[in-house]
Structures are given as C-alpha cells and as structure tokens.
C-alpha cells in the first residue's frame, strides 16, 4: 500500500507542478478547411484513428510506420499480430468496422474519406512494426476512396524520417528518440502532399512560439494517460490574427512524449519549419505514461488500454484532442480574431504609389461617385469622383474588395494574390 501511495503522490505531484506553468490554449483565424494531422507508429494508428473518427473535418492524414484502424480492437494480442505478422489482418474486416461505428454514428460518415488525401511512410528495415502494415492501411483507406500517396523503398528503420537530425536511416533510432537521418525531408513531403503540393520549402529556423498549454481543461490527466501539458506552434505570420492560417496535429509515437523528451519530437522532425514557411500552426498534443493502465511508453491508445471507445469520438482522448482542435481553429473576437469584419480602417488618399493618378481626363463622369479597383495590385483602388480619380491605399493587411467596395481581409477577397503580404 505504501508503495502504491508513494507512485500515486509522485505522479499527481508532477503533473500539477507541469500544469502551473501551462498558459491556456489560445484561439486563432484557422481556415478549417486545411486541418490534417500526421503520426509515427501508435501516433500513426493515433492519427488515422482520428482522422477516420472526424473525417467531417479533417482533410488528410500523414502516417509514419503506423498501423491500420481498429487493428488491435482485440487487445495487446492483437496489437503484437499488426505490429509484427500484419499480413495476417484481413482488411475488410477493418473496413467493416469503420462502416459498422459509422452506422452507428459514432463516427462521421465513412463517406467523408473519399477524395481525402493520405501519406503513408514505412522504411524497408523496420523490425519494429513490419512494412506490411503500411501496405494494409494504404489499401483500408483506398477501400473507401481516399487518395493516396507512399514510400516504401527506403531503407529506414523504425522512425520519423527527417533530412537533419537523428541516426543513420538504416540504424537503431532509440538513442535518437526514434528519428533518423534519411536525407528525407518527411515532414515536408508529406505535408506538402496534403496542402495541394504548392507549399513554399522550409524555413531555415523557427522564428515562431513554441508554446506549453494547460491540457488538463481538455481532458489531459493520469486517468485519460495524457500529460497535462502539450506544446502547440505558432508560426510568425499566424500571430496576427487578421490572417488566417492552416492547422495540422501532429501525434508524437510510443517512449516520444513531454514526459520522455521534452520538445524533441515538436523540434527535430522538421514540422515547425514547414509550419514557419507556410503559416501552419502545429498542435502537439501529448499523452502519458499510465502503467496501471498498462501504458508504460506513453503511447496514444490504439489497443484500447483505456476502454472500449478508443476508436470512436467517444474516446477519452479523440475527445480530448478534439476539444483542443476547435479550441484552436475557433475564431474568437476576444483574441483579437474576427475575420467577419465588413468595416475594415478607413483608408487615405495615397502620397506615393504606383502612379500618382490613374485614368485619362474624362473616365469619370461628371455625376459618377464610386469606388474602382486597381488593375494589377490589390492593395490599391480609385475614388472616380466628380470626373477625376483618386488614387487610394488600404491600410496595411487589407486589400480591395469589388463585391463591397470598400478593403477587405485578404482571405475574403478572391483572387487576391497573397505575394503582397
């Protein structure tokens, strides 16, 4: 009983010092049709979980030597067949699953995971979760229609595949937290996969805030095996809220939590410089160990160590996660985040520009009052009054909206090009 008493008071001491220096999870201008996530091994299984689960919301999933949905719904004797004798899973029982929890409404709509785009990432020398198990959950997700892309040639081990950090590809990862140096830039090919293939390359360094957040008001705690804390990034250009941003969740793998690592899976698997570039904020939610659980390597449940709902939005920690997604994604005026604004500042007359005047003498009519845009720059529009033309600028973060007449958010704006941010 002491010892028993001792473990308890150790853990809930440690985690309510963590929370202490947590700030409270902060709302941003995310345009939710962007949300994807990504995961390497269980944080894979985490991930396609998650996605399947809210495939209403989410537009695409990254997978890193990771597992197909409901593969171990039989417990951790299932979870050793998927992991090492996978071409023992039979993929249409696992689709029958996801339609069966779908019927059920304790998913959304299997529908939505046609057209989805999907990432799967599995290295040849993997001994820890055999290859196959990449090829099963690329072909559960192509049964209902989502588009996929993978690699399967190169010779990694079990790990997150980076081009800057971590052991040799094809060498034991762990004292390197499982990443490997493949000369594989992973995040960014997978990411730049989801996002339409158009992403600017990574950024040089993480300009942006790393930040800790309280999980505990999500959900976050010993009995759901999370840490009370996670770390989400906010990249430069989304810390001004008048411009929107993408969101990806990102779930860290088995022994690579807060708890093991700190910030090592946030910093050295490339994520938050692709996020830099391409103003995307990164939520990394963490788990926890639990060993009465039976979760000692703080891994995300995908054998249902916490109870029958692991698969479906009832999870404690699908839940959890997602409370900390709409969190993110919700645009709250409080925070200063209000893209809804029809009455932007009011703009002046421009003193240098493109070109003082615009037009020749005559364009306007004598009883002509309106507003024009600018051929070429956004930024920029005509006041044609009383037969003359008035060069305008709208104030800085703003750009003219004909269906209005009047400067407008970018991302209100179509065809506004965004090059001149």
Excluded at 65 to 77: D, E, H, V
Excluded at 300 to 323: I, R
Excluded at 324 to 347: D, I, Y
Aim: with cysteine; net charge negative; hydrophobic share 35%.
């Amino acid at each position: 009983m002491k010892l028993t008493w001792t473990f308890t008071f150790t853990v809930l001491l440690h985690f309510c010092c963590v929370v202490l220096g947590a700030d409270k999870l902060q709302s941003y201008n995310v345009d939710t049709s962007t949300i994807t996530v990504s995961g390497l091994s269980a944080g894979g299984a985490m991930a396609m979980q998650y996605h399947v689960a809210f495939s209403s919301e989410i537009q695409g999933s990254a997978i890193f030597a990771g597992l197909p949905f409901a593969c171990a719904k039989g417990g951790l004797t299932s979870a050793n067949l998927c992991m090492y004798s996978p071409g023992t899973v039979i993929v249409s029982n696992l689709a029958k699953e996801i339609n069966d929890l779908s019927s059920a409404n304790k998913i959304d709509n299997a529908s939505n995971l046609s057209g989805k785009k999907v990432f799967v990432f599995h290295g040849t020398k993997d001994t820890t979760v055999n290859p196959t198990a990449g090829r099963k959950l690329e072909q559960l997700y192509q049964d209902f229609g989502a588009v996929t892309e993978n690699e399967y040639t190169i010779g990694a081990v079990h790990g997150f595949p980076t081009d800057f950090y971590g052991a040799a590809c094809g060498s034991s990862s762990a004292a390197t937290h499982y990443i490997n140096n493949c000369n594989y830039h992973g995040s960014n090919i997978a990411m730049n996969y989801l996002l339409g293939g158009s992403l600017a390359p990574p950024a040089s360094s993480a300009a942006g805030q790393l930040l800790q957040y309280d999980q505990t008001e999500f959900g976050g705690n010993a009995i759901s095996s999370m840490d009370p804390t996670g770390y989400v990034y906010i990249p430069t250009g989304c810390q001004d809220r008048t411009r929107q941003c993408k969101l990806h969740i990102a779930f860290h793998g088995c022994q690579q939590s807060k708890t093991n690592l700190n910030d090592i899976y946030a910093t050295k698997t490339g994520m938050i410089e692709v996020a830099e570039a391409n103003n995307i904020i990164v939520l990394f939610p963490q788990a926890a160990p639990n060993i009465l659980a039976g979760n000692p390597n703080a891994c995300w449940d995908w054998w249902g160590y916490l109870n029958a709902n692991f698969l479906n939005k009832d999870g404690a920690q699908m839940k959890a996660v997602h409370s900390m997604q709409l969190r993110v994604s919700t645009c709250e005026p409080s925070t200063g985040c209000n893209p809804s604004v029809t009455e932007p500042p009011v703009t002046t007359p421009v003193t240098g520009g493109p070109t003082a005047s615009t037009g020749a003498p005559g364009e306007c009519g004598d009883n002509t009052v309106e507003f024009r845009p600018f051929p070429g720059d956004c930024r920029y529009y005509t006041l044609c009054a009383c037969s003359a033309n008035v060069l305008l600028e709208c104030a800085s973060g703003l750009y003219f909206d004909p269906a209005i007449g009047k400067c407008n958010f970018m991302q209100l704006v179509p065809g506004c090009d965004a090059k001149f941010n």
